[in-house]
């Protein structure tokens, strides 16, 4: 126990970000030799990031790196946005969406591999929830540019044929806060349309009204789904009075595709039993 000393303990936790007890244990684990120390915890918080991997994580942030014509967009999530506030995990975010950029790559598991995944299981480690990357995606056209909200949970990033990189982002800005599903009408699947239709039928018909006249109220309300749905039917957020359409056609450019990242989106929350939760955390302990 003499060789444990506060110094050593300090150096540990400097060394390794964990707590005091922790890197105190450990050290008197290895009979004071930190090397030793730093070799079992890492072990160790392999182990616990294992088990911490198990856990929901729907919170979190999105960032994005637009340069040069390409752009980058990734979701880190955590498992409260109490941990997306920490500095260590913002840092983290930074750190992936420079890599995204530098690399061009848009596969999580490419990009996590190496020096990354290692930083993030040190963060697992550190904080003591699920840290996990979920998706990356990216644009590349002869004008790119986006938009990230105040928030850090929604991001776009937009591709133009041409025009500017402040267009780009206004149309951006639009997308995050409209969150269309196509840039056009036309590229609305046709299964989308289908099951819309069949509720529109299924309503139009409790009318009582003429076969030709529920006809004629199916399609109005299917073309007023897809010019609610399609970017460039939509009035622009920042001049009701233009479409996005009207807007991008007047700096003679044209809309070829976007990405839109919000933090958590399709990731069912299980809801957990509080005392079930604190008691299977007393087993794991005993």
């Known amino acids: ?3 444990v000393t506060s110094a050593l303990v300090k150096d540990l936790r400097e060394r390794t970000g964990l707590g ?8 008197v684990e290895a009979g004071g030799d930190i090397d ?28 994005m790196k637009v340069e ?3 752009g980058v967009v990734v979701e880190i999530n955590s498992e ?16 992936v969406v420079e890599k995204a950029h530098q690399t061009r790559e848009t596969d999580v598991a490419t990009l996590m591999a190496g020096e990354l995944e290692s930083s993030r299981e040190a963060l697992v480690q550190k904080i003591g929830e699920n840290i996990s990357p979920r998706r990356a995606g990216a644009v590349e056209q002869s004008v790119v540019g986006g938009y ?9 990033i937009v591709g133009l044929s041409s025009g500017s990189e402040e267009l780009a982002r206004d149309v951006a800005m639009h997308i995050a806060a409209v969150n269309p599903a196509v840039i056009s009408s036309e590229q609305m699947p046709a299964e989308v349309v289908a099951a819309e239709k069949e509720i529109y039928a299924a309503q139009a018909r ?12 199916i399609a109005g309300r299917v073309n007023k789904f897809l010019k609610e749905s399609s970017l460039v039917d939509q009035p622009f957020v920042k001049d009701p009075d233009t479409t996005v359409g009207k807007l991008v056609k007047a700096a003679g450019a044209e809309i070829v ?7 958590g989106e399709g990731i069912e929350v299980e809801e957990v039993d509080f005392a079930a939760e604190v008691a299977a955390q007393v087993a794991d302990a005993s």
Do not use: W, Y
């Open 20 to 27: 005091m007890m922790e890197c105190k244990r450990a050290l």
């Open 257 to 263: 595709e976007f990405v839109r990242f919000e933090v």
């Open 68 to 70: 040069n014509g390409f």
């Open 206 to 217: 409790e009318s009582g009204k003429p076969e030709e006249i529920i006809e004629k109220m």
């Open 36 to 63: 030793k120390a730093i070799e079992e915890l890492r072990k160790s918080s392999g182990m616990k990031a294992a088990k911490k991997a198990g856990r929901t994580a729907a919170d979190g942030l999105v960032a």
């Open 80 to 95: 409260t946005d109490f941990v997306a506030r920490d500095e260590g995990f913002q840092d983290f975010v930074a750190t």
């Open 1 to 3: 126990m003499s060789q």
């Open 148 to 156: 990230v909200h105040s928030n850090n949970r929604i991001a776009v």
